[in-house]
């Protein structure tokens, strides 16, 4: 009996810190993503995975230090890692003429994310295509693919799942900090 009053109780909580995220996001509607992906390939990236992957790595940067939430198109959990399916259909589509194609796509004109894309940029260009590989493979990742029967199939990554990993994440940092 007194288990299941437990459960509620943290079901609530969990309940209202989801409310608390909620309210605290800032919806930028950066719409479309393609502006991110232009910034990498002017950065003499013309791989679509790694594009794709430093565009997660902005979007959760953001969201986790200043609850900025860049756009509302959910990505897609696929084998290699999160995937925004509108960018990965576009650059598929126009792979052998990126060039031109970006020349249509308007740059990103915001600071604030600019200097987000500057420093992932920065940051991840010293590290090497291994680590940005593991560094999407996080837990909302993680939780959307084991639902998944057939390995080449993907399922969009709930905002339900990637709120806890970032709320994980930032504790996780705060705690490296104190040791």
């Given at each position: 009996?007194k288990?299941?009053?437990?459960?509620?109780s943290c079901?609530?909580v969990?309940r209202i810190?989801?409310d608390c995220?909620?309210?605290r996001?800032n919806?930028?509607?950066?719409?479309?993503?393609?502006r991110?992906?232009?910034?990498f390939?002017k950065?003499d990236?013309d791989?679509?995975?790694i594009?794709?992957?430093?565009?997660?790595l902005?979007?959760?940067?953001?969201?986790k230090?200043k609850?900025?939430?860049?756009?509302?198109?959910?990505?897609?959990a696929?084998?290699g890692?999160?995937?925004?399916?509108?960018v990965?259909?576009?650059?598929?589509?126009n792979?052998?003429?990126?060039e031109?194609?970006?020349n249509?796509?308007?740059?990103?004109?915001?600071?604030?994310?600019?200097q987000y894309?500057?420093?992932?940029?920065?940051r991840?260009?010293?590290?090497g295509?291994?680590?940005?590989?593991k560094?999407t493979q996080?837990?909302?990742?993680?939780n959307?693919?084991k639902?998944?029967?057939d390995?080449?199939?993907?399922k969009?990554?709930?905002?339900?799942?990637?709120?806890?990993?970032v709320?994980?994440?930032s504790?996780?940092e705060?705690?490296?900090?104190?040791?």
């Amino acid at each position: 009996m007194k288990r299941n009053k437990q459960l509620k109780s943290c079901n609530h909580v969990i309940r209202i810190c989801k409310d608390c995220w909620e309210n605290r996001l800032n919806h930028l509607r950066l719409d479309p993503p393609l502006r991110i992906a232009k910034f990498f390939y002017k950065k003499d990236i013309d791989d679509v995975a790694i594009i794709q992957r430093l565009i997660y790595l902005v979007y959760f940067k953001m969201l986790k230090e200043k609850w900025i939430l860049l756009f509302e198109e959910r990505f897609q959990a696929r084998p290699g890692g999160p995937v925004l399916k509108s960018v990965f259909d576009v650059l598929n589509e126009n792979y052998e003429r990126l060039e031109e194609f970006f020349n249509g796509v308007e740059d990103v004109n915001n600071k604030t994310i600019l200097q987000y894309l500057e420093n992932t940029a920065k940051r991840y260009f010293e590290l090497g295509n291994v680590c940005i590989y593991k560094n999407t493979q996080d837990n909302a990742w993680k939780n959307a693919r084991k639902q998944i029967e057939d390995e080449n199939f993907a399922k969009p990554i709930e905002k339900d799942d990637i709120i806890p990993s970032v709320q994980w994440e930032s504790n996780k940092e705060r705690r490296a900090t104190i040791i």
